[in-house]
């Protein structure tokens, strides 16, 4: 079955950087598109970057543009987030999460998330 | 960039009651593009409906989506007790993009 397991959340201070992975198995990994989507504590979904199968294309969010990177190592079957200048509202849980088919553009699987908090 | 805009904000009903949850875009939303998630407190989000309104894989004929253009439409038949949790619609568009509505929680009365 489909599981993803995202790690390497943490407390971090504001300006510093941090890198999320994301272990994905029981599909074939190179052949989907790959999210993250964060959500700050009690607040509701946003979604933050995304990467084609082939990591011949991503896009993010305004609010994360120029300082996370979304990269994927498809011989590894892992989903990265590099993210950089964190700031304290970029605290939150941080998801990966697959596209649900090669051409359904929703995201079909999650992982339980990781959480990241950023504060002095 | 396409805002969503859910409603009603919290929603209160008694198990087996009907839920009509909306979800209204700021431009025309192509069908294809409009998704449906559920989230319970602790949870990561479950892919409901995709497309508008074709079921995810395992999710139970009393939850259905309608709607094109800008407006969309998730309802739930009859409430079990299982069904009280959070409700996020989400659209895909150019940019490109995804955003997600700000959510509706279904609450028991």
């Known amino acids: 079955q489909v599981q993803l397991v995202e790690s390497g959340g943490g407390v971090v201070q504001p300006g510093r950087s941090l890198r999320l992975s994301c272990a994905a198995s029981?599909?074939?990994?190179?052949?989907?598109?790959m999210h993250w989507v964060r959500q700050a504590p009690g607040k509701g979904l946003e979604w933050v970057a995304v990467?084609?199968?082939?990591?011949?294309?991503?896009y993010y969010a305004d609010s994360v543009k120029g300082r996370f990177t979304i990269s994927r190592d498809n011989s590894k079957n892992t989903l990265f987030l590099q993210m950089n200048s964190l700031r304290a509202d970029d605290t939150a849980v941080y998801y990966c999460?697959?596209?649900?088919?090669?051409?359904?553009?929703?995201?079909?699987?999650w992982g339980q998330g990781t959480l990241v908090t950023v504060s002095s | 960039e396409i805002v969503l805009t859910q409603s009603p904000g919290t929603l209160s009903l008694s198990p087996g009651e009907r839920a009509t949850l909306s979800c209204r875009a700021s431009?025309?939303?192509?069908?294809?593009?409009l998704a449906w998630y559920q989230q319970k407190p602790g949870q990561a989000p479950r892919l409901l409906i995709y497309?508008?309104?074709s079921r995810a894989t395992g999710i139970p004929d009393r939850f259905s989506g309608s709607g094109s253009g800008t407006d969309f439409t998730l309802t739930i038949s009859r409430l079990e007790p299982e069904d009280f949790a959070v409700y996020y619609c989400?659209?895909?568009?150019?940019?490109?993009?995804?955003?997600f509505g700000q959510g509706t929680k279904v609450e028991i009365k």
């Open positions: 999460a697959r596209d649900l088919t090669m051409i359904v553009v929703a995201m079909g699987y």
């Open positions: 990467i084609w199968y082939d990591g011949s294309n991503k």
């Open positions: 431009q025309s939303v192509s069908s294809s593009y």
């Open positions: 989400q659209q895909y568009g150019s940019s490109p993009g995804w955003t």
């Open positions: 497309g508008a309104s």
């Open positions: 029981g599909f074939t990994f190179s052949s989907y598109g």
